[in-house]
């Protein structure tokens, strides 16, 4: 049976795009929900400055009052150098997360950075992360379609990708940043990176459902053996400058259709739908995942 990591982005990637501000207490009770999940990677807050994502300004308390789970990794977003001080700082935190565009322009409107400017920031965070000791991932946005410049160019990706691996990060996910890859484009992307770093590198994908095409893009993947995506529990999440751009693919939904797919994640789907189900009572909006729908009071779904 093919084994899949999931890891889990809500606390950090989803709560970032929502209106509503979680308090301190809420982010502990959905933490420690999705600690129950059976999911062996969260990633649980960002250490971008507070005034960028003042939803997740309470890193540094957050970490200071959460338990965690034994076995259980933990990763942040660590965008720049003054982020990886604040990160070295949190022992409990497991990895760093870089975070840079393929695309020029959406490079620019995100972190207002060239991707020259980020990669060299990239390898300022490794020598950080190599410091600390801590491991290290890297996301490319728009590895797929630009918001601005329409579809990314496969050999951008590559590129940036084989810098990334030069610099040292060995797990690198691909994002869907708004949704617009379809399986034949998801295919392609992948054979081209596997040709091109072998398998030296852990690659992940990380889907957007903004046109509902994230669970067929995340087969065609693991057809092609990734064995590493994110989600985000009920589906929350976006992206402030791909607009347009809606949630992630829900991770719920996610771990059931790759276990109907005969794929082991150990994911515990029901823990993970009571998450889902908790998050929106919190955000106070209705979220787009499908499988927490089936665990609702009065559902007569199967």
């Not at 840079?100 to 409107?109: F, G, P, R, V, Y």
């Not at 290290?136 to 590559?158: H, K, L, M, W």
Request: glycine share 8%; charged share 25%; aromatic share 4%.
């Amino acid at each position: 049976m093919q084994h899949v990591t999931l890891r889990e982005v809500g606390m950090r990637d989803g709560l970032q795009a929502e209106d509503r501000t979680l308090t301190a207490d809420e982010k502990l009770e959905l933490l420690s929900a999705l600690g129950r999940c059976g999911i062996s990677h969260l990633e649980v807050t960002s250490f971008v400055h507070p005034k960028a994502i003042p939803q997740l300004a309470d890193a540094e308390e957050l970490l200071a009052r959460a338990e965690k789970p034994e076995g259980q990794i933990w990763s942040a977003l660590v965008p720049n150098a003054r982020g990886a001080e604040r990160a070295a700082a949190a022992t409990r935190i497991d990895e760093w997360t870089f975070f840079l565009s393929a695309s020029e322009q959406h490079n620019q409107a995100n972190v207002r950075r060239s991707v020259s400017e980020s990669l060299a920031e990239a390898e300022e965070v490794a020598a950080r992360a190599a410091k600390a000791q801590r491991a290290i991932s890297a996301v490319v946005a728009t590895s797929f379609v630009c918001p601005y410049a329409g579809e990314t160019p496969v050999e951008d990706v590559v590129r940036i990708a084989r810098r990334l691996r030069e610099i040292g990060y060995r797990t690198l996910l691909f994002g869907d940043t708004i949704g617009a890859a379809y399986p034949s484009m998801v295919r392609r992307l992948v054979r081209a990176l596997q040709d091109a770093l072998g398998g030296d590198a852990q690659l992940g994908l990380h889907f957007h459902n903004t046109r509902g095409q994230a669970p067929a893009n995340a087969l065609a993947g693991a057809a092609e053996g990734i064995a590493l995506f994110d989600g985000s529990v009920g589906g929350m999440g976006g992206c402030p400058y791909a607009p347009g751009a809606t949630g992630n693919v829900a991770t719920e939904d996610l771990a059931w259709l790759l276990r109907a797919e005969g794929m082991d994640t150990g994911a515990d789907i029901p823990a993970l739908a009571s998450a889902a189900l908790l998050a929106e009572r919190l955000v106070a909006r209705r979220l787009p995942g499908s499988v927490m729908r089936t665990f609702e009071e009065g559902s007569c779904a199967s």
